[in-house]
């Protein structure tokens, strides 16, 4: 695994499983040119879905639920700006971003 550090962990390291989620996520939306975005609507949960924030034609597709510390370590090991994720012979590179969407900060996951 490499991450926007560009820290290479030997292949006996465990992939975290915050990436292994963002990368579930990652897969979805990269590949359409859309976005992944995070918003926590709740204390305990954060809702994911696909789609570009200021498209307000095309609503936000919600995809599902990632819990609030699965969050919180996705936010720990990426950063802000352009990041570098190798899982496996996968490579994800995209741009960590912030915004609001309707009035709930949002951590956005677009392409880079």
């Known amino acids: 695994m490499t991450t926007s550090s560009e820290l290479v962990n030997s292949p006996q390291d465990a992939t975290p499983e915050s990436l292994l989620a963002l990368s579930k996520y990652l897969d979805l ?3 359409k040119g859309k976005s992944v975005v995070m918003m926590r609507h709740e204390v305990s949960v954060c809702s994911v879905y ?3 924030p200021a ?3 095309n609503p936000l597709a919600r995809q599902g639920t990632i819990a609030a510390a699965v969050a919180d370590e996705i936010l720990e090991l990426t ?10 012979d996968q ?4 741009v960590r971003s912030f ?14």
Do not use: K, M, S
């Open 29 to 31: 939306a990269l590949d």
């Open 50 to 52: 696909v789609g570009e």
């Open 55 to 57: 498209d307000e034609e």
């Open 79 to 88: 950063r802000a700006g352009v990041n570098r994720i190798e899982l496996g």
């Open 91 to 94: 490579v994800y590179r995209f």
């Open 99 to 112: 915004t609001h969407v309707a009035g709930v900060g949002a951590v956005v996951f677009g392409p880079a």
